[in-house]
């Protein structure tokens, strides 16, 4: 069944205990279902303790990451190479050991503006490491999802259709796509009909706004998305993703580009996109039924 989550960054950057305790505690009041976490280092944090609050709340949990420069499995070095299969291990790890079932986000190479176009062998490295990790992925209990972002975050994989031949030629079933309408609505030629294109393939979706302010505020067309979800039966997580230079990641924030405030009242903006995932949902159905139904005189 269909879970609706929300990023953690909207409440908190913060990794120190305490915070990230309130940031569990206010995705709960504010109604959702299941809380993704971004770069939670278990240096820093009590694993454990964290796991009980999630579970005590009857929270579902995802990790997302996107691999450093210094970590890209798609190098030809491989040195490089291995930090970033490293990375994808314990990023795994901290899953399981949080109870979730999905690491999502950039996986297949380094997260960040590149100025070189990728090169087959980039992509066959890529492809073949990924591989690898799934079946460590699978044993955990946790699945890959690679989440297609545009093309200046990542120079690999920028829409659906090449993400699904990516997956394929890992030849695995436990790579999924992690697909964010954000970035869809850049890359895509038409975002419904690509949802469509990838059945049975979406293991998670990022819902958020074209300027990633409050939903439905800006261009996005989420009646096609949630029509589009709805028809290739989509019953899976499905997280809110909004940035504001309110709460910065530095990591994060320099990467994607957060310049402008786009909210203050972190709750506010929750609650609103919670409501709007639910009614979208809700409205799809409900037309869906409505052009299926057969009423006879």
């Given at each position: 069944?269909?879970?609706?989550g ?19 505690a ?27 609050r ?10 997302s ?31 399981r ?77 436990n ?37 990633r ?50 909210w ?34």
């Amino acid at each position: 069944m269909a879970r609706i989550g929300i990023h953690s960054f909207v409440w908190s950057a913060s990794s120190a205990q305490a915070d990230l305790e309130r940031t569990l505690a206010n995705t709960k009041e504010a109604g959702f279902e299941l809380i993704e976490f971004s770069y939670l280092d278990p240096a820093n944090v009590d694993i454990g303790r964290l796991a009980r609050r999630i579970a005590d709340l009857d929270l579902g949990v995802a990790i997302s990451i996107g691999l450093p420069a210094n970590g890209d499995i798609s190098s030809a070095d491989r040195a490089v190479a291995a930090r970033g299969v490293d990375i994808l291990n314990r990023t795994i790890a901290l899953t399981r050991d949080l109870g979730g079932r999905k690491v999502g986000g950039i996986l297949s190479t380094s997260h960040g503006l590149q100025t070189e176009a990728p090169t087959r062998d980039q992509w066959n490295r890529s492809a073949a490491t990924l591989a690898k990790v799934a079946e460590t992925a699978k044993a955990a209990g946790v699945t890959l999802n690679l989440e297609i972002v545009n093309r200046f975050e990542s120079n690999l994989l920028n829409t659906a259709a090449q993400g699904l031949a990516f997956i394929e030629d890992t030849g695995s079933d436990n790579i999924f796509l992690h697909l964010d309408t954000f970035h869809m609505n850049i890359e895509e030629a038409d975002a419904a009909l690509a949802i469509r294109n990838a059945v049975g393939k979406i293991g998670y979706v990022h819902i958020g706004e074209s300027h990633r302010g409050f939903l439905g505020t800006g261009s996005i067309d989420f009646a096609g998305i949630f029509d589009a979800l709805t028809a290739i039966g989509y019953d899976d997580d499905l997280s809110f993703e909004s940035f504001s230079s309110e709460i910065v990641d530095e990591n994060l924030s320099k990467k994607t580009a957060i310049w402008r405030n786009l909210w203050t009242d972190n709750m506010e903006l929750a609650r609103h996109a919670r409501r709007f995932i639910a009614v979208g949902l809700e409205t799809a159905r409900r037309k869906a039924e409505l052009v299926t139904a057969t009423q006879k005189p």
